[in-house]
Protein backbone atom coordinates (compact mmCIF):
# COMPACT_ATOMS: atom_id res chain seq x y z
CA UNK A 1 0.00 0.00 0.00
CA UNK A 2 1.39 3.57 -0.59
CA UNK A 3 2.22 5.91 2.35
CA UNK A 4 2.67 9.19 0.40
CA UNK A 5 5.23 11.38 0.09
CA UNK A 6 8.14 11.23 2.37
CA UNK A 7 8.23 13.64 4.74
CA UNK A 8 10.25 17.43 4.63
CA UNK A 9 12.49 18.04 7.61
CA UNK A 10 10.89 20.36 10.01
CA UNK A 11 12.88 22.25 12.01
CA UNK A 12 10.01 23.21 14.41
CA UNK A 13 9.35 19.89 15.59
CA UNK A 14 10.87 18.64 19.11
CA UNK A 15 14.21 17.72 18.80
CA UNK A 16 13.52 14.69 21.00
CA UNK A 17 11.36 13.27 18.23
CA UNK A 18 13.08 11.11 15.02
CA UNK A 19 11.32 12.55 12.62
CA UNK A 20 11.21 9.62 10.32
CA UNK A 21 9.58 7.31 12.33
CA UNK A 22 6.55 8.93 12.67
CA UNK A 23 3.38 7.43 12.25
CA UNK A 24 1.23 8.05 9.44
CA UNK A 25 -1.63 10.66 10.00
CA UNK A 26 -0.38 12.94 12.46
CA UNK A 27 0.94 16.44 11.72
CA UNK A 28 2.94 19.33 13.98
CA UNK A 29 1.95 22.82 14.35
CA UNK A 30 2.62 25.42 16.69
CA UNK A 31 3.43 23.43 19.50
CA UNK A 32 0.86 21.07 19.33
CA UNK A 33 0.27 17.71 17.40
CA UNK A 34 -2.79 17.38 15.83
CA UNK A 35 -5.00 14.69 13.49
CA UNK A 36 -7.67 15.42 10.64
CA UNK A 37 -11.11 14.82 12.00
CA UNK A 38 -14.26 14.66 9.61
CA UNK A 39 -16.89 18.41 10.25
CA UNK A 40 -19.61 17.78 12.61
CA UNK A 41 -21.67 19.63 10.48
CA UNK A 42 -20.11 17.77 6.99
CA UNK A 43 -18.25 20.64 5.95
CA UNK A 44 -13.91 20.70 5.11
CA UNK A 45 -11.70 18.13 7.76
CA UNK A 46 -11.04 19.90 10.88
CA UNK A 47 -7.75 19.76 12.77
CA UNK A 48 -7.84 17.70 16.18
CA UNK A 49 -5.28 18.21 18.84
CA UNK A 50 -4.13 14.97 20.02
CA UNK A 51 -1.20 16.28 22.19
CA UNK A 52 1.59 18.14 23.60
CA UNK A 53 4.98 19.52 22.17
CA UNK A 54 5.92 17.21 25.38
CA UNK A 55 4.87 13.92 24.23
CA UNK A 56 7.02 11.22 23.29
CA UNK A 57 7.45 9.12 20.18
CA UNK A 58 6.14 5.77 21.51
CA UNK A 59 3.17 7.75 22.61
CA UNK A 60 2.03 9.35 19.27
CA UNK A 61 2.07 5.70 17.57
CA UNK A 62 -0.09 5.01 20.83
CA UNK A 63 -2.55 7.27 19.81
CA UNK A 64 -2.50 6.94 16.09
CA UNK A 65 -3.02 3.41 16.91
CA UNK A 66 -5.72 3.95 19.17
CA UNK A 67 -7.53 5.93 16.47
CA UNK A 68 -7.05 3.32 14.00
CA UNK A 69 -8.21 0.19 16.34
CA UNK A 70 -10.13 1.47 18.84
CA UNK A 71 -7.51 0.20 21.89
CA UNK A 72 -3.81 0.70 22.71
CA UNK A 73 -1.39 -1.86 21.40
CA UNK A 74 0.30 -3.59 23.87
CA UNK A 75 -3.17 -2.87 26.93
CA UNK A 76 -5.51 -5.36 28.54
CA UNK A 77 -8.18 -3.99 25.96
CA UNK A 78 -5.76 -4.40 22.82
CA UNK A 79 -5.74 -8.03 23.65
CA UNK A 80 -9.24 -8.47 24.41
CA UNK A 81 -9.92 -6.58 20.54
CA UNK A 82 -7.34 -9.13 18.87
CA UNK A 83 -8.91 -12.69 20.90
CA UNK A 84 -12.37 -11.30 19.55
CA UNK A 85 -11.10 -11.23 15.90
CA UNK A 86 -9.95 -14.30 16.04
CA UNK A 87 -10.78 -17.50 14.61
CA UNK A 88 -10.82 -19.71 18.25
CA UNK A 89 -13.80 -17.00 19.22
CA UNK A 90 -15.66 -17.13 15.89
CA UNK A 91 -15.73 -20.42 16.91
CA UNK A 92 -17.55 -20.16 19.53
CA UNK A 93 -21.92 -20.71 20.10
CA UNK A 94 -23.09 -16.89 19.66
CA UNK A 95 -24.54 -16.56 22.95
CA UNK A 96 -20.64 -17.58 24.29
CA UNK A 97 -19.40 -14.75 22.05
CA UNK A 98 -22.31 -11.84 23.45
CA UNK A 99 -21.36 -12.88 27.03
CA UNK A 100 -17.63 -12.89 26.13
CA UNK A 101 -17.95 -9.29 24.73
CA UNK A 102 -19.77 -8.59 28.10
CA UNK A 103 -17.05 -9.88 30.19
CA UNK A 104 -14.42 -7.54 28.58
CA UNK A 105 -16.13 -4.78 28.71
CA UNK A 106 -17.03 -5.11 32.61
CA UNK A 107 -12.93 -5.79 33.00
CA UNK A 108 -11.70 -2.66 30.60
CA UNK A 109 -13.54 -0.39 32.95
CA UNK A 110 -12.30 -1.99 36.31
CA UNK A 111 -11.06 0.82 37.98
CA UNK A 112 -7.94 0.24 39.98
CA UNK A 113 -6.49 2.14 43.35
CA UNK A 114 -4.95 5.11 40.87
CA UNK A 115 -8.53 5.74 39.70
CA UNK A 116 -7.20 4.06 35.82
CA UNK A 117 -8.80 1.91 34.44
CA UNK A 118 -8.31 -1.88 33.75
CA UNK A 119 -8.46 -2.22 30.08
CA UNK A 120 -5.38 0.76 29.77
CA UNK A 121 -3.39 -1.23 31.38
CA UNK A 122 -0.17 -2.61 29.51
CA UNK A 123 -0.59 -6.61 29.40
CA UNK A 124 2.71 -7.30 30.91
CA UNK A 125 1.71 -5.37 34.32
CA UNK A 126 -1.20 -7.57 34.64
CA UNK A 127 0.28 -10.14 37.52
CA UNK A 128 -1.18 -12.37 39.33
CA UNK A 129 -2.02 -11.33 42.60
CA UNK A 130 -3.45 -7.81 40.74
CA UNK A 131 -6.00 -11.24 39.16
CA UNK A 132 -6.59 -12.31 42.60
CA UNK A 133 -7.66 -8.75 43.55
CA UNK A 134 -10.06 -8.55 40.99
CA UNK A 135 -11.34 -11.82 41.91
CA UNK A 136 -12.15 -11.05 45.67
CA UNK A 137 -13.01 -7.56 44.71
CA UNK A 138 -15.75 -9.25 42.79
CA UNK A 139 -16.58 -11.89 45.08
CA UNK A 140 -16.99 -9.70 48.33
CA UNK A 141 -17.58 -6.41 47.11
CA UNK A 142 -16.09 -2.90 47.30
CA UNK A 143 -17.49 0.60 48.83
CA UNK A 144 -17.44 3.56 46.43
CA UNK A 145 -14.22 5.83 46.87
CA UNK A 146 -13.44 8.81 45.61
CA UNK A 147 -11.01 6.94 42.63
CA UNK A 148 -13.40 4.01 42.54
CA UNK A 149 -16.86 3.42 42.10
CA UNK A 150 -18.86 0.18 44.22
CA UNK A 151 -18.82 -3.18 42.83
CA UNK A 152 -21.54 -5.59 44.29
CA UNK A 153 -20.78 -8.64 45.80
CA UNK A 154 -21.01 -11.38 43.41
CA UNK A 155 -19.00 -14.83 42.99
CA UNK A 156 -20.44 -15.66 40.22
CA UNK A 157 -19.49 -12.72 37.97
CA UNK A 158 -15.76 -13.08 39.87
CA UNK A 159 -15.68 -16.74 38.37
CA UNK A 160 -16.94 -15.65 34.98
CA UNK A 161 -14.50 -12.74 34.82
CA UNK A 162 -11.85 -14.39 36.27
CA UNK A 163 -12.38 -17.89 33.52
CA UNK A 164 -12.64 -15.02 30.81
CA UNK A 165 -9.36 -13.67 31.15
CA UNK A 166 -7.87 -16.55 31.89
CA UNK A 167 -9.12 -18.00 28.49
CA UNK A 168 -7.62 -14.59 26.79
CA UNK A 169 -4.30 -14.52 28.09
CA UNK A 170 -3.30 -18.30 27.63
CA UNK A 171 -4.41 -17.21 23.91
CA UNK A 172 -2.45 -14.04 23.64
CA UNK A 173 0.86 -16.54 25.08
CA UNK A 174 -0.16 -19.09 22.37
CA UNK A 175 -0.38 -15.89 19.93
CA UNK A 176 2.66 -14.05 21.12
CA UNK A 177 1.15 -10.92 22.62
CA UNK A 178 1.45 -11.89 26.08
CA UNK A 179 5.00 -13.30 27.86
CA UNK A 180 2.85 -15.14 30.26
CA UNK A 181 -0.77 -16.38 31.67
CA UNK A 182 -1.09 -14.40 35.03
CA UNK A 183 -4.50 -16.13 35.69
CA UNK A 184 -2.67 -19.21 36.40
CA UNK A 185 -2.43 -20.36 40.23
CA UNK A 186 -5.90 -17.63 40.99
CA UNK A 187 -7.85 -19.34 43.47
CA UNK A 188 -11.64 -18.79 42.36
CA UNK A 189 -14.38 -17.33 44.50
CA UNK A 190 -16.34 -20.00 46.43
CA UNK A 191 -20.24 -19.98 44.73
CA UNK A 192 -23.07 -20.77 46.67
CA UNK A 193 -24.85 -24.46 45.24
CA UNK A 194 -27.56 -22.48 43.58
CA UNK A 195 -29.94 -24.39 41.35
CA UNK A 196 -33.73 -23.69 40.20
CA UNK A 197 -35.29 -27.32 40.01
CA UNK A 198 -38.72 -27.84 39.54
CA UNK A 199 -40.97 -30.09 41.88
CA UNK A 200 -42.13 -32.96 40.42
CA UNK A 201 -45.47 -31.39 40.66
CA UNK A 202 -44.30 -27.82 39.28
CA UNK A 203 -42.69 -29.80 36.30
CA UNK A 204 -45.91 -31.38 35.81
CA UNK A 205 -47.91 -28.45 35.83
CA UNK A 206 -45.75 -26.27 33.50
CA UNK A 207 -45.70 -29.24 31.28
CA UNK A 208 -49.28 -29.18 30.87
CA UNK A 209 -49.65 -25.65 30.56
CA UNK A 210 -47.20 -25.79 27.46
CA UNK A 211 -49.06 -28.50 26.16
CA UNK A 212 -52.38 -26.30 25.78
CA UNK A 213 -51.03 -23.06 24.83
CA UNK A 214 -48.96 -24.73 22.11
CA UNK A 215 -51.99 -26.82 20.92
CA UNK A 216 -52.93 -23.19 20.46
CA UNK A 217 -53.34 -21.45 16.45
CA UNK A 218 -49.98 -19.81 16.07
CA UNK A 219 -49.02 -16.12 16.42
CA UNK A 220 -52.26 -16.14 18.47
CA UNK A 221 -52.82 -14.45 21.66
CA UNK A 222 -51.79 -16.38 24.27
CA UNK A 223 -50.15 -19.22 22.53
CA UNK A 224 -46.70 -20.54 22.71
CA UNK A 225 -44.36 -22.76 19.97
CA UNK A 226 -45.51 -26.28 20.11
CA UNK A 227 -41.78 -27.32 20.19
CA UNK A 228 -41.57 -26.26 24.12
CA UNK A 229 -43.44 -29.48 25.44
CA UNK A 230 -40.97 -32.29 23.16
CA UNK A 231 -37.71 -30.06 24.05
CA UNK A 232 -39.08 -30.09 27.95
CA UNK A 233 -39.13 -33.89 27.78
CA UNK A 234 -36.29 -34.51 25.92
CA UNK A 235 -34.14 -32.20 28.49
CA UNK A 236 -35.58 -34.37 31.26
CA UNK A 237 -36.09 -38.20 30.10
CA UNK A 238 -32.36 -37.92 28.51
CA UNK A 239 -30.56 -35.72 31.22
CA UNK A 240 -29.96 -32.66 28.76
CA UNK A 241 -28.39 -29.36 28.56
CA UNK A 242 -30.77 -26.65 26.00
CA UNK A 243 -27.89 -26.41 23.61
CA UNK A 244 -27.79 -29.85 23.93
CA UNK A 245 -31.50 -30.46 22.51
CA UNK A 246 -30.71 -27.84 20.25
CA UNK A 247 -27.91 -30.08 18.16
CA UNK A 248 -29.64 -33.10 18.49
CA UNK A 249 -30.11 -34.16 14.74
CA UNK A 250 -31.14 -37.46 12.97
CA UNK A 251 -27.74 -38.98 13.14
CA UNK A 252 -28.46 -39.14 17.10
CA UNK A 253 -31.49 -41.49 17.15
CA UNK A 254 -30.75 -45.13 17.29
CA UNK A 255 -32.53 -48.52 16.84
CA UNK A 256 -32.33 -48.99 21.41
CA UNK A 257 -32.58 -45.23 22.21
CA UNK A 258 -31.53 -41.68 21.94
CA UNK A 259 -27.85 -40.90 21.86
CA UNK A 260 -26.16 -38.11 23.72
CA UNK A 261 -24.12 -34.99 22.56
CA UNK A 262 -23.19 -33.84 25.73
CA UNK A 263 -20.77 -30.73 26.54
CA UNK A 264 -18.47 -29.33 28.90
CA UNK A 265 -16.08 -33.01 29.02
CA UNK A 266 -19.28 -35.66 30.16
CA UNK A 267 -19.51 -39.00 28.44
CA UNK A 268 -22.13 -39.54 25.87
CA UNK A 269 -24.37 -42.07 26.47
CA UNK A 270 -27.76 -43.77 24.89
CA UNK A 271 -31.19 -43.48 26.71
CA UNK A 272 -33.25 -46.11 25.86
CA UNK A 273 -37.15 -45.04 24.32
CA UNK A 274 -39.99 -44.63 26.23
CA UNK A 275 -43.56 -43.91 25.23
CA UNK A 276 -42.94 -39.76 26.11
CA UNK A 277 -39.03 -39.84 24.45
CA UNK A 278 -40.77 -41.35 21.00
CA UNK A 279 -43.25 -38.93 21.26
CA UNK A 280 -41.60 -35.77 21.65
CA UNK A 281 -38.89 -36.93 18.99
CA UNK A 282 -41.74 -37.82 16.49
CA UNK A 283 -43.26 -34.42 17.52
CA UNK A 284 -40.17 -32.20 16.89
CA UNK A 285 -39.70 -34.73 12.92
CA UNK A 286 -43.49 -33.69 12.14
CA UNK A 287 -42.90 -29.85 12.87
CA UNK A 288 -39.52 -29.93 11.29
CA UNK A 289 -40.85 -31.73 8.16
CA UNK A 290 -44.10 -29.80 7.65
CA UNK A 291 -41.55 -26.33 8.09
CA UNK A 292 -39.05 -27.49 5.15
CA UNK A 293 -42.02 -29.16 2.64
CA UNK A 294 -44.40 -25.85 3.11
CA UNK A 295 -45.43 -24.37 -0.31
CA UNK A 296 -42.90 -21.82 -1.96
CA UNK A 297 -40.31 -22.58 0.46
CA UNK A 298 -37.80 -24.14 -1.64
CA UNK A 299 -35.59 -25.52 1.41
CA UNK A 300 -32.76 -27.83 0.52
CA UNK A 301 -33.56 -31.02 3.19
CA UNK A 302 -29.81 -31.69 4.13
CA UNK A 303 -29.00 -35.13 2.71
CA UNK A 304 -26.56 -36.25 5.77
CA UNK A 305 -28.48 -37.40 9.08
CA UNK A 306 -25.86 -35.30 11.17
CA UNK A 307 -26.37 -32.33 9.27
CA UNK A 308 -30.54 -32.28 9.73
CA UNK A 309 -30.87 -30.72 12.67
CA UNK A 310 -34.24 -31.75 15.31
CA UNK A 311 -34.96 -28.08 16.71
CA UNK A 312 -35.48 -26.33 13.75
CA UNK A 313 -36.59 -22.07 13.34
CA UNK A 314 -39.67 -21.39 11.18
CA UNK A 315 -36.89 -20.42 8.59
CA UNK A 316 -35.80 -24.31 8.54
CA UNK A 317 -32.47 -23.43 10.15
CA UNK A 318 -31.43 -24.90 13.19
CA UNK A 319 -32.64 -23.49 16.07
CA UNK A 320 -29.72 -21.11 18.20
CA UNK A 321 -30.02 -21.75 22.01
CA UNK A 322 -30.20 -17.87 22.49
CA UNK A 323 -33.59 -17.94 20.92
CA UNK A 324 -34.46 -21.11 22.78
CA UNK A 325 -34.00 -19.11 25.41
CA UNK A 326 -35.71 -16.02 24.79
CA UNK A 327 -38.86 -18.15 24.02
CA UNK A 328 -38.70 -20.02 27.54
CA UNK A 329 -38.10 -16.70 29.52
CA UNK A 330 -41.34 -15.29 27.87
CA UNK A 331 -42.79 -18.70 28.29
CA UNK A 332 -42.08 -19.04 32.26
CA UNK A 333 -43.03 -15.13 33.09
CA UNK A 334 -46.38 -15.97 31.47
CA UNK A 335 -47.03 -19.10 33.67
CA UNK A 336 -46.02 -16.87 36.78
CA UNK A 337 -48.59 -14.50 35.20
CA UNK A 338 -51.36 -16.66 35.13
CA UNK A 339 -50.73 -18.30 38.37
CA UNK A 340 -49.91 -21.83 36.79
CA UNK A 341 -46.58 -21.30 39.05
CA UNK A 342 -44.96 -19.08 41.61
CA UNK A 343 -42.12 -16.78 41.50
CA UNK A 344 -40.54 -19.06 44.03
CA UNK A 345 -41.80 -21.65 41.76
CA UNK A 346 -39.86 -20.69 38.45
CA UNK A 347 -37.04 -22.75 36.96
CA UNK A 348 -34.72 -22.61 34.35
CA UNK A 349 -34.97 -25.06 31.39
CA UNK A 350 -31.59 -26.30 33.19
CA UNK A 351 -33.10 -27.61 35.84
CA UNK A 352 -35.07 -30.29 34.36
CA UNK A 353 -31.37 -32.03 33.27
CA UNK A 354 -31.17 -31.78 37.62
CA UNK A 355 -34.95 -33.23 37.93
CA UNK A 356 -34.03 -35.73 35.21
CA UNK A 357 -30.91 -36.91 36.94
CA UNK A 358 -33.03 -36.67 40.60
CA UNK A 359 -35.89 -38.87 39.14
CA UNK A 360 -33.14 -41.44 37.89
CA UNK A 361 -33.61 -45.02 39.94
CA UNK A 362 -31.22 -46.55 41.23
CA UNK A 363 -27.62 -45.33 43.11
CA UNK A 364 -25.45 -42.64 42.33
CA UNK A 365 -23.17 -44.78 40.21
CA UNK A 366 -26.69 -45.54 37.94
CA UNK A 367 -27.44 -41.67 38.17
CA UNK A 368 -23.74 -40.58 37.37
CA UNK A 369 -23.80 -43.28 34.35
CA UNK A 370 -27.25 -41.75 33.10
CA UNK A 371 -25.95 -38.21 33.23
CA UNK A 372 -22.64 -38.96 31.58
CA UNK A 373 -20.61 -37.14 34.19
CA UNK A 374 -16.60 -38.23 34.40
CA UNK A 375 -16.59 -37.93 38.30
CA UNK A 376 -19.18 -38.40 41.18
CA UNK A 377 -18.72 -34.73 42.66
CA UNK A 378 -20.57 -33.93 39.26
CA UNK A 379 -23.35 -36.38 40.32
CA UNK A 380 -23.31 -34.56 43.60
CA UNK A 381 -24.37 -31.21 42.31
CA UNK A 382 -27.50 -32.81 40.18
CA UNK A 383 -28.72 -35.21 42.60
CA UNK A 384 -30.80 -33.74 45.07
CA UNK A 385 -32.76 -37.19 45.91
CA UNK A 386 -32.63 -36.85 49.67
CA UNK A 387 -31.36 -40.91 51.29
CA UNK A 388 -33.64 -42.69 53.08
CA UNK A 389 -31.85 -44.44 55.65
CA UNK A 390 -32.93 -47.60 58.19
CA UNK A 391 -32.19 -46.68 61.85
CA UNK A 392 -28.74 -48.22 63.37
CA UNK A 393 -29.19 -51.81 64.91
CA UNK A 394 -27.11 -52.63 67.89
CA UNK A 395 -24.85 -55.89 66.80
Not at 228 to 255: F, K, Q
Amino acid sequence: MSRGRKRKFNPTIPGHIEQEALPRGIYWERDRWFVYAPHPEGGRDVKVTVASATARLSELHEIMEKRTTGTTVGTLEHLFDRFHKSLEFKELELLTQKHYKGYASALEQYALKDGSLLGQLPVERVTTPLVQRLVETYAMGRPATRRQPAVPATPSKANHLFRYLRRTLAWGVRHGICKQNAALGVRQAKEAKAFKMPTADTYRRVLEFARDRGALTPHTKGSFPSYLVPVMVLAYSVRLRGIEVCTLTDAHRLDEGIHSNRRKGSRDNVTRWDEQTTVAWNALVDRRKAIWNRPGRGFAIPLQASDRFLLVEQTGNPMRKSSLDTVWQRFIREAIRVKVITEAERFSLHGLKHRGITDTAGNRGDKQDAAGHVTPETTDRYDHELPVVDTPKPR
